[in-house]
C-alpha cells in the first residue's frame, strides 16, 4: 500500500523505516520525528517496515496528509526491504537485537538506531543517540543529518 507521491521508485534514495510500535520498538515516535524532518526529506523514498497496528498506519496516513510525503507501506521483512535503501532508522527499546543491523552494514548501508533504556551491561556507545531515542526533534535532526550531501 502507498500512501502520497508516485511511488518510491528505483532512482530516489529509499529510506527503510521500523514502524514497529511495541515493547521492543517506537515507530510512532519514529513518525512523529518524520513529522518535524519532513521539509528535508521531500526528496526521498520512505518504505515502512511492521506498520501493521491501526495507531500506527492512522499516523502515517496523517503524516503523509500533512506533508506530503511519499510513503510506501512494506509488508515484506524489514531485512529485506534494508536491502535496498541508502538509510536505515528505528527506535529500540532495550536491545537492537530484532533488527537487521548487521546486515545493513554489511552492505554499508547507514543506521540510526536509537535504544530506549539500553539494558545493563549494553556495550559502549549504546546511549550515544540516548536524546534521539526519546526526543522526536533530536531524532529528526540526526536522520537530517545522516541525508546531508
Given at each position: 500500500?502507498?500512501?502520497?507521491?508516485?511511488?518510491?521508485g528505483t532512482s530516489r534514495l529509499?529510506?527503510?523505516?521500523?514502524?514497529?510500535?511495541?515493547?521492543?520498538?517506537?515507530?510512532?515516535?519514529?513518525i512523529s520525528a518524520l513529522h518535524i524532518a519532513a521539509p528535508r526529506?521531500?526528496?526521498f523514498g520512505l518504505v515502512a517496515c511492521n506498520a501493521l497496528t491501526p495507531?500506527?498506519?492512522?499516523?502515517?496516513?496523517?503524516?503523509?496528509?500533512?506533508?506530503?510525503?511519499d510513503v510506501q507501506?512494506?509488508?515484506?521483512?524489514?531485512?529485506?526491504?534494508?536491502?535496498?535503501?541508502?538509510?536505515?532508522?528505528a527506535v529500540a527499546v532495550e536491545d537492537t537485537s530484532h533488527l537487521?543491523?548487521?546486515?545493513?552494514?554489511?552492505?554499508?548501508?547507514?543506521c540510526i538506531a536509537p535504544v530506549q533504556f539500553p539494558r545493563a551491561g549494553a556495550p559502549f556507545g549504546a546511549s550515544v543517540l540516548a536524546r534521539a531515542a526519546h526526543d522526536p526533534a533530536a531524532l529528526a535532526a540526526r536522520m537530517?543529518?545522516?541525508?546531508?550531501?
Open positions: 500500500m502507498e500512501f502520497g507521491g508516485s511511488g518510491s529509499r529510506i527503510a523505516l521500523d514502524c514497529e510500535d511495541s515493547e521492543r520498538s517506537r515507530g510512532l515516535l519514529l526529506l521531500r526528496s495507531p500506527v498506519r492512522a499516523a502515517i496516513e496523517y503524516l503523509v496528509w500533512e506533508t506530503g510525503l507501506v512494506s509488508h515484506a521483512p524489514l531485512a529485506d526491504v534494508v536491502a535496498d535503501a541508502g538509510l536505515l532508522v537487521p543491523l548487521a546486515s545493513a552494514r554489511q552492505r554499508r548501508i547507514p537530517v543529518e545522516a541525508l546531508a550531501p
